[in-house]
């Protein structure tokens, strides 16, 4: 059975009226905080502070599009930046679209020195079931044994994978940042390489390492985002999840939680998209979210930010509404929270033409989102990136200056200022600290900047 719908959460009242700053904090309404992991005992005359026990947290993943490419006999190193500190890590391998049983050979884990290399001193070698070698299903994933390995807040890891024999590589695509190093094919085993020096090849590819869990003393639990071009950072160099993340880690340890950056390029909430097979695109949100959301360790909610690339292949408002409806509902079910976001402001390109039944879907879409109460909260993002700052006044568009350039992806001062106008208490936490915006802005006076359902 649903759960009662929660008040609006984090509805952006942005620039609504004159006067209001669009760089505000997001509001809370309806919603309590999650509690804090420090709890406290009290007797007749003293009060003591009883310390968190250390729990198995997702702090990074990579969300897996598709199989692309093959290999054979050599060594793949991904980067994984971890969300938040901890004493032990475990490392989650995906052979989601293989077309064969994974067969690794060997893997390790170390902390990154930059580019291939790692740090001396800290390389683990990663055993699955007490064995340094494993065989992963076709379709299927796999979590490593834990690893001592003590990680802080925002830490690079390199996860390097021996494969033996050829196999369709589960990848993650996208954007413009190096995620992996690689070697060709039969270079043989390298894990254990201290510089990276075989591994010639640097990508903005993931390639099979999915997730990471670390022994977190505190906090309450992971926030799993499923996105698209949006959240990955396409056509950006820095992304607004890990602004958020960035606002988190200024808390005290215990309090701290991580953001989990589960974007696709090119990803639809409701529909496959395989024509995108070589630059995303990828399942449905839908059909993702048990693999990339709810069968992550140690979530707490989850953020949905997918529908535009729904609207653009021709769905409709009231499909892409049931699809939000199916999401809640799955959500819901695994006993969590779930939080919606609106669309953001989107115009015509050449390659991307955006027509008035479209843009007509959109508001109703982003209307039903911030009224309809069918999910727990909603982060209101649309008006923080639309055209209504310094003078200007079109709410349909994205303000220039947080324009890629698509008319469509946010740039980093974009990014930035979506990350920014998440407040803590919208997620659970307590208020955050806000980093410095990229790009000056003051609201236009007397300009809405959410456009009227």
């Given at each position: 059975m649903?759960?009662?719908a929660?008040?609006?959460?984090?509805?952006?009242?942005?620039?609504v009226?004159?006067?209001?700053?669009v760089?505000?904090?997001?509001m809370?309404?309806?919603s309590a905080?999650?509690?804090h992991a420090?709890t406290?005992?009290?007797?007749?005359?003293t009060?003591s502070?009883?310390?968190?026990q250390p729990t198995w947290?997702v702090a990074?993943?990579?969300?897996?599009?598709?199989g692309?490419?093959?290999?054979?006999?050599t060594?793949v190193?991904?980067?994984a930046?971890v969300?938040?500190?901890?004493?032990?890590?475990k490392?989650?391998?995906s052979?989601?679209?293989?077309?064969?049983?994974l067969?690794?050979?060997a893997a390790?884990?170390?902390?990154?020195?930059?580019?291939?290399?790692?740090?001396?001193?800290t390389?683990?070698a990663?055993t699955?079931?007490?064995?340094?070698t494993?065989?992963?299903?076709?379709?299927?994933?796999l979590y490593s044994?834990?690893v001592?390995l003590?990680?802080?807040?925002l830490?690079t890891?390199a996860i390097?994978i021996?494969?033996t024999t050829?196999?369709?590589?589960?990848v993650?695509p996208c954007c413009s940042?190096?995620?992996?190093?690689?070697a060709?094919?039969?270079a043989?085993?390298l894990?254990?390489?201290?510089?990276?020096?075989e591994?010639?090849?640097?990508s903005?590819?993931?390639?099979?390492?999915?997730a990471v869990?670390?022994?977190?003393?505190?906090?309450?639990g992971s926030i799993v985002?499923?996105?698209?071009s949006i959240?990955?950072g396409f056509?950006?160099?820095?992304?607004?999840s890990d602004?958020l993340q960035r606002?988190?880690?200024s808390?005290?340890?215990?309090?701290?939680?991580?953001?989990?950056?589960e974007?696709?390029?090119?990803n639809a909430l409701?529909?496959?998209?395989?024509t995108?097979?070589?630059?995303g695109?990828?399942p449905?949100?839908l059909?993702?979210?048990?693999?990339?959301a709810?069968?992550q360790?140690?979530?707490?909610?989850?953020?949905l930010?997918?529908?535009?690339n729904?609207?653009?292949?021709g769905?409709t408002?009231?499909?892409?509404?049931q699809g939000?409806q199916?999401?809640?509902?799955?959500?819901?079910?695994a006993g969590?929270k779930?939080i919606g976001?609106?669309?953001l402001?989107?115009?015509?390109t050449?390659?991307?033409?955006?027509?008035?039944?479209q843009?007509a879907?959109?508001?109703?879409?982003?209307s039903?989102i911030r009224?309809?109460?069918?999910f727990?909260?909603?982060?209101d993002?649309?008006?923080v990136?639309?055209?209504v700052?310094n003078?200007?006044?079109?709410?349909?568009?994205l303000?220039?200056?947080f324009?890629?350039g698509?008319?469509?992806?946010?740039?980093a001062a974009?990014q930035?200022?979506?990350?920014?106008?998440?407040?803590g208490p919208?997620?659970?936490?307590?208020p955050?600290?806000t980093v410095?915006?990229?790009v000056p802005?003051?609201?236009t006076?007397?300009c809405?900047?959410?456009v009227?359902?």
């Amino acid at each position: 059975m649903r759960r009662p719908a929660v008040a609006v959460v984090g509805a952006v009242v942005l620039a609504v009226a004159i006067g209001v700053s669009v760089l505000a904090a997001v509001m809370t309404s309806g919603s309590a905080p999650r509690p804090h992991a420090t709890t406290t005992s009290t007797s007749s005359s003293t009060t003591s502070t009883v310390p968190p026990q250390p729990t198995w947290r997702v702090a990074w993943g990579s969300a897996m599009a598709w199989g692309y490419g093959i290999a054979a006999n050599t060594t793949v190193r991904d980067l994984a930046t971890v969300a938040v500190g901890g004493s032990a890590v475990k490392v989650r391998i995906s052979n989601a679209f293989g077309n064969a049983p994974l067969a690794v050979g060997a893997a390790t884990v170390a902390v990154s020195a930059g580019g291939a290399a790692i740090v001396p001193g800290t390389l683990q070698a990663l055993t699955f079931g007490g064995s340094p070698t494993v065989t992963v299903p076709q379709g299927q994933l796999l979590y490593s044994d834990p690893v001592q390995l003590a990680v802080t807040p925002l830490q690079t890891l390199a996860i390097s994978i021996f494969v033996t024999t050829p196999e369709l590589v589960t990848v993650h695509p996208c954007c413009s940042q190096t995620e992996s190093f690689f070697a060709p094919n039969n270079a043989g085993d390298l894990v254990t390489s201290p510089d990276g020096a075989e591994l010639k090849t640097a990508s903005p590819w993931g390639r099979w390492a999915d997730a990471v869990d670390v022994l977190q003393q505190g906090g309450s639990g992971s926030i799993v985002v499923v996105g698209d071009s949006i959240t990955d950072g396409f056509n950006a160099t820095t992304r607004w999840s890990d602004v958020l993340q960035r606002r988190i880690d200024s808390l005290p340890a215990s309090e701290q939680e991580a953001v989990v950056n589960e974007g696709i390029s090119a990803n639809a909430l409701t529909s496959d998209v395989r024509t995108d097979a070589a630059v995303g695109g990828g399942p449905s949100g839908l059909d993702r979210l048990q693999r990339d959301a709810l069968g992550q360790t140690g979530i707490a909610e989850v953020v949905l930010f997918l529908g535009t690339n729904d609207l653009w292949f021709g769905t409709t408002a009231v499909q892409l509404i049931q699809g939000y409806q199916q999401a809640i509902t799955a959500v819901h079910q695994a006993g969590l929270k779930i939080i919606g976001v609106t669309l953001l402001p989107r115009g015509p390109t050449a390659k991307e033409p955006w027509t008035a039944p479209q843009q007509a879907a959109l508001e109703q879409v982003d209307s039903w989102i911030r009224t309809s109460h069918s999910f727990d909260g909603v982060l209101d993002l649309a008006p923080v990136v639309a055209n209504v700052f310094n003078g200007t006044c079109q709410p349909t568009e994205l303000f220039p200056p947080f324009d890629s350039g698509d008319h469509l992806h946010p740039n980093a001062a974009g990014q930035t200022a979506l990350g920014n106008a998440i407040s803590g208490p919208s997620l659970g936490l307590p208020p955050l600290p806000t980093v410095a915006p990229l790009v000056p802005v003051h609201p236009t006076s007397a300009c809405r900047a959410t456009v009227a359902p």
